[in-house]
């Protein structure tokens, strides 16, 4: 590794000392306490070219950019939230304005299962600081900028995969452990994205016991070729670190090792960190060694001092099925043009889908019904109506209009018409509309007396 | 007995304590170009003087600034001397230190190679986790050989570093006990050993690795000094005790200067900041310090009566340390800069053309005013009357010349150079000021309540000081303050600074372990359940009192927490633990010194006035800083 390669790296590292979700969760203060004494420890921040900055707080207008937080915002989001977001734009700010090569958002909590529509904390997350950060990308610096999102944390990035379901300048991986074994359940081979971001999500499930070997396979196999054809304007890592071999709520075997050489390979512009919770075993090595990556620095001694070398290594079943993984994958991206979408999405005007999302975090059911306006000028406005209840508590039933980037006149004069037609509407308590190009957000509540 | 029973008991010594008899303090800087002296007594200054250095003879440099404030005074008064030197600080950029041998036991991590640090470094198996476990054994056996190795070359020094040995520090004494074993068996020894964890209890290995090389590199120097002090000293003058300042303002004894000499670096702008901090009226009030020369600006900043300290330690030279250190920018600005016009872009055209003056960040001489060539701030200044120095007509003239040269009348040309240079001294101050209020926080408190330290004060020091700092707190509408003394406000520094000692404690109660590295102490909690925040605060307040001891503090009333960070240890959603980690402090507070009586009333917002009547020479002196 040759001095050529250093990169300029800024370090958004906010470990929110005094804020958990609760005493015992493991989103606790502690978390990333290991991780701080290693990277000081490492003197990783005298190094040149490796330079700390605080983050910035997170304003309303940048979270409602993304999410449609039921009832408010402000009664969703708590100020961790806030600085945790604000830290991945204070990273974006860095990239874009040139003051560093790359930046390393090192935040809690994580924020990758955070859906469109919030109604409180799943998997964690409230809100998705990736997709605040893209958003923000986009208003600041060119709502035509190519992003592709590479998720490798352990746990399929479905909140991700839900605000860019339908949103064709966002190419979205998630590699993780396959979901019929591990939450959230989900992240399969046939989610592709919708109508008119068909092919532009992808998920790599991998088998239990994927190690270094598996994940770089699906690197170098798959996900650098992917990205070659792709040519985004800027690369982000959601880099999950509990696909680490001591991860207590996992069964993969990825090493601090491991994850430097993606980092490498990789070369993301922006890293976010999500998940993982081996926060002594795992998170002080990872973290040190995949900054050390980012910095072009050499990484080959940066190991856990556990390190358990055999007894981790991939069985070969393992790497058979990430292989037949990967193949099916491959084929898909190579064909995705080729798919009739009609066969997928019907022929109709309007594509409908109906889910159930369970909050896991706040023990919240959302049962949500989806429309998504086929169009064959735009990607088509989406309106979500969504209920969600807590228990035996009164379900909270909300109505949201999404607009997207780039829309043609028909679809925003309907979208128009949709909202007014829902604030009229009996049954929805609360009525959205999220207008990404004009950078517009509405919010009605019905008044109880009209009920 | 509990805790709590003897921590009372143990304020009641320090009550003792205080019956400290107050006696003369005189301060000695001797710096570069000049030693400086100050006598200080009941909190006032009694006298100062300024004598040239003589290189090389810091003894002699001294005694002749002692010589000169005691000129008036009884020879036989009792006092205290408190000594700041450019020993050490020139070794080390002079790179003039000892060899020494450097053993690093870095564990995994960044290859030590990375590190640039500008020295060898041999490598030890052996490593230590975060949490301060053994993860890694010494092998005695590569500890001798490497040893050996160190050994062949005669009079070298010894430092021994581990990765996390500031959590547990039993790889570095291993090495040392091995290593005094083999002086008793096979050689002489080293000449001195410095142990990274007894330097500083703070994170950060390659700096721990830094402080101790440069702490084994300048001991022989400083051990070489202080005992020419003492011989010179305990004969015939009547000095009770010796102090050396440090680079973050506080002092330490003669004794515990030969065994962490690295301490003294920097004392010379440290004291000049304890100076600043002692000699100002309204002392608790936010305070930025600017220390104006001929060729460069310090700027300092004091909250609420405190100065801030370097987020880690010491810089010097190419190395950085965990040496603590006052927080201090310097920028290439001062009286004697260069003065440059900029060249209007093109597309500023239209706009108001008048020429845009740059300063510095060079130094050309001495200003036209006085016998130089190039026109300086300084010659701006006395052009306009607003400073008498050396030859108004003469600066007058240069000024005048230069400006016709870009169009401009005199008058208008020595104004737009002084409003150059209070436009990039705001400049700068506010930079620090960024910086300083950007700094990382860790907690969400701090993030959304940050602390206030906008100041509210500038104070200045220096020659140039009368003339540009009541400008520039027009332009930042704040209050100003020049100080009387500031020539010697280094000496005054030296004089009214205090002892200070830190200690850093790390309890764990899930390993049952406490440890504070600056005391070799590595123990066990017995009562894992019962040992909550306020045993730990107790605990380090305990040790800092030992500390305090240690260095001959017998004022040790002001013991202080200065950090602090306690975290519940969850492991599969159950509580099995808690972190402690608690830095305390004997203050580093300043004595408050005053200038004489009624100066304060006088000086305060007052109009600036300079000094009439002194010789050409003196003037120089005083305008130059
Ligand atoms: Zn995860
Ligand atoms: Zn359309």
């Not at chain 1, 330079?51 to 937080?69: G, L, W």
Request: with cysteine.
């Amino acid at each position: 590794m040759g001095s050529t390669n250093r990169k300029k790296v800024g370090l958004v590292f906010f470990p929110a000392f005094d804020w958990a979700i609760s005493s015992d969760h493991p989103e606790r203060e502690e978390r990333l306490l290991y991780t701080r004494d290693q990277i000081v420890e490492e003197g990783l921040l005298d190094v040149p070219g490796i330079e700390e900055f605080r983050p910035t707080v997170a304003d309303e207008n940048q979270i409602d950019r993304v999410h449609v937080c039921v009832p408010s915002t402000s009664e969703v989001v708590t100020k961790s939230h806030m600085i945790a977001a604000g830290g991945t734009i204070t990273a974006a700010d860095l990239v874009f304005t040139g003051q560093v090569d790359r930046a390393f958002a090192v935040l809690r909590p994580p924020g990758h299962h955070a859906n469109r529509i919030v109604h409180g904390s799943r998997g964690f997350c409230t809100i998705n600081t990736e997709a605040i950060m893209v958003e923000h990308i986009r208003h600041t610096y060119g709502p035509h900028l190519r992003i592709a999102i590479v998720d490798t944390d352990a746990h399929h990035g479905d909140g991700t995969q839900d605000i860019f379901y339908n949103d064709p300048g966002v190419l979205h991986i998630s590699i993780h452990q396959d979901g019929r074994t591990l939450y959230p359940g989900s992240g399969f081979t046939n989610e592709r994205g919708g109508p008119k971001a068909y092919g532009h999500t992808i998920n790599v499930p991998l088998p239990p016991g994927t190690g270094d070997e598996g994940l770089l396979y699906v690197l170098n196999e798959l996900v650098l070729p992917i990205l070659a054809d792709y040519q985004p304007d800027i690369v982000i890592n959601a880099a999950g670190q509990d696909n680490h071999y001591s991860d207590p709520l996992t069964n993969m075997n990825v090493t601090a090792q491991g994850y430097a050489q993606l980092t490498e390979l990789l070369a993301p512009d922006l890293v976010v960190l999500e998940g993982g919770y081996s926060i002594e075993g795992a998170l002080p090595y990872v973290n040190a060694a995949l900054l050390l990556a980012l910095a072009g620095l050499d990484y080959s001694q940066a190991v856990e001092p556990d390190f358990p070398g055999d007894k981790i290594r991939q069985r070969p079943q393992v790497t058979e099925t990430v292989k037949t993984v990967v193949g099916e994958l491959q084929n898909m991206w190579v064909s995705r043009r080729d798919v009739d979408l009609g066969r997928i999405f019907g022929e109709g005007h309007i594509f409908e889908r109906q889910r159930s999302i369970y909050y896991d975090t706040d023990g919240i059911v959302e049962e949500q019904k989806e429309q998504i306006r086929l169009c064959s000028v735009c990607s088509g406005w989406r309106f979500i109506q969504s209920g969600a209840s807590r228990g035996f508590g009164r379900t909270t039933i909300a109505a949201a209009v999404l607009i997207p980037r780039h829309v043609c006149s028909e679809c925003e004069n309907q979208a128009q018409d949709l909202y007014e037609a829902a604030l009229k509407k009996r049954g929805f308590h609360y009525v959205y509309l999220q207008d990404a190009g004009n950078d517009i957000f509405l919010k009605a509540q019905r008044k109880s007396g009209t009920k | 007995m509990g805790p709590v029973r003897k921590f009372y008991q143990w304020k009641q010594l320090i009550s003792n304590c205080r019956k400290v008899c107050f006696m003369y303090i005189l301060g000695i800087d001797v710096g570069g170009t000049n030693t400086d002296a100050a006598l200080i007594k009941d909190g006032a200054v009694q006298a100062v003087a300024k004598v040239p250095t003589k290189h090389h003879h810091l003894i002699d440099s001294t005694l002749a600034a002692l010589d000169s404030v005691l000129q008036e005074q009884d020879k036989d008064i009792p006092f205290q001397l408190h000594l700041s030197t450019t020993l050490s600080t020139n070794a080390i950029i002079e790179e003039q230190g000892d060899p020494v041998f450097v053993l690093g036991i870095p564990g995994p991590g960044m290859r030590i190679e990375e590190l640039n640090l500008g020295f060898d470094v041999e490598v030890l198996t052996g490593s230590i986790d975060h949490r301060g476990r053994e993860v890694a054994r010494l092998n005695s056996r590569e500890v001798r050989q490497k040893l050996a190795e160190g050994l062949v070359s005669k009079d070298v020094g010894l430092a021994v570093v581990g990765k996390f040995s500031h959590r547990n520090p039993s790889h570095e004494l291993e090495v040392k006990k091995i290593a005094r074993e083999m002086v008793n068996t096979e050689t002489d020894g080293f000449r001195h050993i410095s142990l990274g964890h007894r330097l500083s209890g703070l994170p950060n290995f390659p700096r721990r690795l830094a402080t101790s090389f440069l702490n084994a590199s300048v001991a022989r120097r400083q051990a070489g000094f202080a005992d020419m002090v003492e011989e010179l000293f305990t004969k015939g003058r009547n000095v009770k005790r010796i102090y050396l300042l440090k680079a973050d303002g506080g002092t330490m004894t003669l004794k515990d200067s030969r065994v962490r000499p690295v301490e003294t670096i920097l004392s010379g702008p440290a004291a000049s900041i304890m100076g600043a901090g002692s000699l100002m009226t309204h002392k608790d009030v936010n305070t930025v310090i600017v220390d104006i020369g001929g060729t460069t600006t310090d700027i300092a900043v004091q909250v609420g009566g405190l100065p801030v300290f370097q987020r880690q330690g010491a810089e010097i030279g190419r190395h950085k340390t965990l040496v603590p250190a006052l927080f201090a920018r310097s920028i290439g600005l001062g009286g004697d800069s260069e003065v440059h016009v900029a060249h209007e872009s093109k597309n500023h055209i239209g706009s108001n053309n008048s020429p845009k003056f740059v300063l510095g960040p060079r130094r050309v001489g001495v200003p036209v005013a006085l016998g130089g060539e190039k026109i300086t701030p300084t010659d701006a200044a006395v052009a306009l009357g607003l400073a008498a120095l050396g030859d108004q007509k003469r600066a007058q003239r240069a000024i005048a010349e230069f400006g016709h040269e870009i169009g401009l009348d005199a008058k208008t040309a020595a104004k737009s150079i002084i409003g150059a240079f209070v436009n990039q001294l705001k400049t700068a101050v506010c930079e620090v000021y960024q910086y300083l209020e950007t700094r990382p926080v860790y907690t969400v408190t701090e993030l959304l309540a940050p602390k206030d330290i906008r100041p509210r004060l500038i104070v200045g020091l220096g020659g140039p000081a009368e003339v540009f700092i009541p400008m520039l707190a027009k332009a930042m509408d704040i209050s100003w303050e020049i100080l009387p003394h500031y020539q010697e406000a280094n000496a005054v520094g030296a004089a009214a600074s205090r002892p200070t000692a830190a200690v850093t404690l790390h309890a764990d109660t899930a390993l049952g372990t406490v440890t504070v590295p600056e005391m070799d102490y590595a123990g066990e909690i017995t009562d894992s359940r019962g040992f909550n925040i306020d045993q730990a605060r107790l605990q380090a307040t305990k040790w800092a009192a030992k500390r305090g001891k240690q260095f001959d503090i017998t004022d040790l009333e002001d013991i202080a927490i200065i950090e602090e960070e306690s975290f519940n240890m969850v492991r599969g959603f159950h509580r099995t633990g808690r972190i402690f980690m608690i830095r305390a402090q004997v203050r580093p507070g300043v004595r408050r010194v005053s200038a004489s009586k009624g100066w304060a009333d006088e000086h305060l917002q007052s109009k600036p006035t300079l000094r009439r009547g002194q010789s050409q020479d003196q003037k120089q002196e005083e305008f130059h800083g």
